[in-house]
């Protein structure tokens, strides 16, 4: 199990930086998704590990050893592509021992390393059928299966679930967490799904425009993003962002007033952040699950339900709270996202009163860095 | 029941065949007329001997073919359309390919230029095409001997037209010319269809260069090569403006194919039954490729 080691690397097309000076490692046997909006470099430093593309400048290495400029082969990393990338005029075998093949290793040890491949993924009923024969999850399968049999030292995943059904999707997800369990390999994970992200990774990499934002646990990130970027990023509905105003400041206690909210808050800012000063501009974050019940101290503020969204166990309130509004959301039309661990019986129309608690609150400075976590509850 | 449905108004399904039949009606009888009626006159034709202007048709049964098996001007036209047929294959999909996979992978700037330059001998009319070429070619005035010359070397004495041992090699050159930017369009056509990730995902896997091309492009464009091929053969087995214009099949039967053969026979003198005969066996060689590129694409 050999860890992965990317140093400053920084690729660049013609005037375009795609990759502005990228560092982490991922130690062995750890599943590393990196995720990110569209864009973000994601892809193109998973394919600058895999020898796609040719980095501009920084270092690659895998267990100590420089494979920046290695040939793709040469580098002892396995690729699933997003569309499979299964060659259509073999069959599944020859597909899954291609690698092998090209390496000149004998037929019988490239037949038992497939044979073994196809167990672990419980594909060997399909071993003599050619791609078009196989529906979209067992092509993906196939697709682990080639990166299986070439035993590499890191394996990289490029999107693999994103052409799957809802419901195939999630079952791949527990199989190669499965996988993963099994093999104990190094994997690295591309993903725009904080889904996948958030129940698959040991480690996440949040990525923004080309730099890293946040490497963390995926509880971490949730908990303690470092910045609003990373807050809003993870987590479905996304966070709510509230703009909100220093009134008072004494010690490392702030006080902020926000447009809808009838009463000022007081948050304590977090020991290594620089507190701001009256009149800074500053931001409240809330997700959507901490919206309470009416407890005593809990801010009372009167809303009207604009969209529901009943998922069964479970149920997302969009609410219109007059001038309480979320900014930073173009789906949402401003309207606070209020989560229900239960089945709510709401209408658009019907009045509603939010519950905030003011120790829920996440703050963060005008330039987006988190200024204050809300305690974990647990 | 059965007289209601038979004489009440058509079903949607019946409207539907009766719509298609009448669509497909002009085709069919176009298809009939000129290729039909002909092949089958052809065919008939064959087992006779009479000449176009003539009212009685004798019966000589397989005769004409007997006589095209006997006839060794029968047989340097057959290997002469074999020849152009191989070469063909050889010279324009094999150079069609190369210069597809430069367009595809090699040539950044200026593709479409390219790509236009090279297919357009292929929207000029052969006629046009063997004029060219007779003027390239022309031992007093055409450039090809005066380049010939200035490299210090000596052209054909009997011009490169006139010279039996030059003159099938010299229609190779002219009909590559003409079609090898029609290969060129279908490969190219193959190729982009290939995914880029196949390339990436073999390059993964260790096969780069001539190993990705034997392992992922020739499979991926193996069916445009059989198209392409035989389109090829067809072409070297129908030849006849570009002979006719260019050689006349000359010099000494040097450049004789089959079509200007059957055309000299029926036109010139007069045997049409035997120049019949001589098509119906062009038709059954074509059939034959057919079936076998039909089968080849099956399997494929």
């Known amino acids: ?378 | 029941m059965t007289d209601v449905t038979q004489q009440g108004p058509l079903s949607p399904r019946g409207r539907r065949d009766m719509l298609s039949g009448a669509m497909l009606l002009p085709a069919l009888a176009l298809v009939s007329l000129f290729i039909l009626a002909p092949a089958v006159y052809a065919i008939v034709g064959s087992f006779f001997e009479f000449t176009i202007t003539s009212r009685n048709w004798v019966f000589v049964g397989f005769g004409n073919y007997v006589r095209a098996a006997g006839d060794p001007v029968f047989w340097t036209a057959l290997r002469n359309n074999a020849f152009l047929i191989v070469g063909s294959a050889i010279t324009q999909v094999g150079l069609g390919t190369i210069l597809a996979a430069i367009l595809d992978r090699g040539v950044r700037r200026g593709n479409a230029i390219y790509r236009t330059i090279i297919f357009m001998p292929v929207v000029v009319s052969s006629i046009a095409v063997a004029f060219v070429w007779i003027l390239i070619l022309d031992p007093n005035v055409g450039p090809l001997n005066a380049i010939v010359k200035s490299l210090g070397m000596r052209p054909p004495k009997l011009g490169w037209l006139g010279d039996p041992q030059i003159s099938l090699w010299m229609l190779l050159v002219i009909a590559a010319w003409q079609n090898v930017g029609f290969q060129m369009i279908l490969v190219l056509a193959g190729l982009q269809s290939i995914p880029k990730e196949l390339y990436e995902a073999a390059a993964l896997d260790g096969a780069k260069g001539l190993r990705a091309f034997r392992y992922i492009t020739l499979p991926g464009i193996r069916n445009v090569l059989i198209v392409g091929t035989l389109i090829t053969v067809v072409g070297g087995l129908k030849v006849f403006d570009l002979v006719f214009v260019t050689t006349g099949g000359g010099p000494a039967n040097a450049t004789q194919v089959l079509g200007t053969y059957s055309y000299l026979q029926a036109f010139r003198l007069g045997n049409m039954g035997y120049a019949n005969a001589m098509s119906v066996v062009l038709l059954a060689i074509a059939v034959l490729f057919g079936w076998l590129q039909l089968r080849l694409s099956r399997k494929a």
């Open chain 1, 1 to 378: 199990m050999p860890s992965l080691q990317i140093d400053t690397v920084v690729k660049s097309y013609d005037s375009f930086t795609a990759i502005k000076g990228v560092s982490f490692t991922a130690e062995p046997g750890e599943f590393i998704v990196m995720v990110g909006p569209s864009g973000c470099g994601k892809s193109t430093l998973l394919r600058s590990i895999a020898g796609l593309e040719t980095i501009t400048s920084g270092a690659i290495r895998i267990d100590g050893r420089d494979i920046t400029h290695a040939e793709p082969s040469d580098r002892g990393v396995a690729m699933v592509f997003q569309n499979y990338a299964l060659y259509p005029h073999m069959t599944v075998a020859e597909n899954m021992g291609f690698a092998l093949k090209m390496a000149g290793r004998p037929k019988t040890e490239i037949a038992a390393a497939v044979a073994k491949a196809a167990k672990i993924l419980r594909i060997e009923e399909h071993l003599h059928k050619t791609p078009k024969q196989l529906s979209g999850g067992q092509k993906q399968r196939v697709a682990i299966g080639r990166a299986i049999t070439r035993a590499p030292d890191v394996f990289l995943f490029d999107e693999p679930l994103s052409n799957l059904d809802a419901a195939l999707r999630s079952q791949m997800r527990v199989e190669l967490g499965r996988l993963h369990a099994e093999l104990k390999a190094t994997m690295v994970y591309v993903t725009h799904d904080q889904t996948e992200a958030m129940t698959m990774a040991t480690r996440i990499v949040v990525m923004n425009a080309g730099l890293i934002e946040q490497v963390g646990s995926p509880l971490d990130l949730y908990n303690r993003p470092r910045n609003r970027f990373v807050a809003g990023f993870l987590g479905s509905p996304r966070m709510n962002f509230i703009k909100g105003r220093i009134v008072a400041a004494g010690g490392r206690t702030v006080t902020i007033m926000a447009e809808g909210l009838t009463m000022p808050i007081q948050l304590q800012i977090e020991p290594d952040a620089d507190v701001p000063a009256v009149g800074d501009v500053v931001t409240l974050g809330l997700r959507a699950e901490t919206f309470g019940t009416g407890a005593p101290g809990q801010i009372a503020v009167p809303a009207r339900v604009a969209v529901v969204e009943s998922l069964g166990r479970e149920t997302l309130i969009y609410a219109d709270a007059g001038n309480l509004r979320t900014f930073d959301s173009e789906s949402q039309d401003g309207y606070l996202a209020a989560h229900r661990s239960s089945q709510v019986m709401l209408r658009p129309g019907d009045p509603l009163t939010l519950s905030i608690d003011p120790a829920a609150f996440y703050l963060f400075d005008r330039n987006g860095e988190t200024l204050r976590f809300p305690p974990v509850s647990s």
